[in-house]
């Protein structure tokens, strides 16, 4: 079954650091997303990318964050100087399309922690 | 009034016993729906969409009431590995899923 590949699966970063976090979305996905989950809280939405833009994004999302497709495969999450509260599972997701026929498939995360 | 509620639980069940719970959306413009399951520092993966006519998968009936914005999950026969949050997530317009703070289910034998 295809799987959303995410890297590395575990980042620890100091306070102030710059932190790049890696996706390989399925190949005939044409939208791309991440959420992050802090410990025991919900699955929160962060961006959506559509056609090499960011088509929506949270109010969590502000400057210091950044997405990009660098080549046809990788989608990235830049986080310009990490806060102790960016300490979060962060998730990439693929869908084909939208809409409830089309099911959104989760990476397995990566847990970054601020220190 | 949050987007998405759900009873946190824990729901304890009996392996073999069926379990039914709820969740509430505010948005009444929301288009999609979906429930999630997502084991313990897991990635959530997708168990089932939810359609206006009620859907079933196997021991999972879902049901969706858009008058009173609440979709409901039933599991019957309860297995050891139906274990696990199951996170109600609805979607609007446009491409972003709201998830509920998920329902915790314990099968025990």
């Known amino acids: 079954e295809p799987e959303v590949t995410q890297t590395p699966s575990h980042q620890v970063t100091q306070m102030g650091q710059e932190v790049i976090l890696r996706c390989v979305p399925i190949?005939?996905?044409?939208?791309f997303y991440w959420y992050r989950q802090i410990l025991g809280q919900k699955v929160e939405f962060l961006v959506s990318?559509?056609?090499?833009?960011?088509?929506?994004k949270s109010e969590i999302f502000d400057d210091q964050f950044s997405v990009e497709r660098p080549d046809g495969s990788n989608f990235t999450l830049k986080i310009r100087s990490t806060k102790l509260e960016d300490s979060a599972m962060y998730f990439c997701a693929s869908s084909e399309s939208t809409g409830a026929n089309y099911g959104y498939t989760f990476g397995s995360g990566t847990r970054l922690t601020v220190v | 009034r949050k987007e998405v509620e759900q009873d946190p639980g824990p729901f304890n069940v009996p392996e073999g016993a069926t379990v039914a719970f709820n969740c509430t959306y505010s948005n009444s413009a929301s288009q999609s729906f979906f429930w999630y399951r997502q084991d313990c520092r897991k990635e959530p993966k997708l168990l089932m969409s939810?359609?206006?006519s009620g859907n079933e998968d196997g021991r999972f009936t879902a049901q969706l009431n858009r008058a009173s914005q609440y979709i409901s999950l039933l599991i019957r026969d309860s297995k050891l590995s139906d274990s696990a949050t199951y996170l109600c997530?609805?979607?609007?317009?446009?491409?972003?899923?709201?998830f509920g703070g998920g329902t915790r289910v314990l099968v025990k034998p």
């Open positions: 190949s005939n996905h044409l939208y």
């Open positions: 997530v609805v979607q609007a317009a446009g491409n972003k899923l709201t």
């Open positions: 990318f559509y056609n090499n833009e960011i088509s929506e």
């Open positions: 939810v359609y206006s």
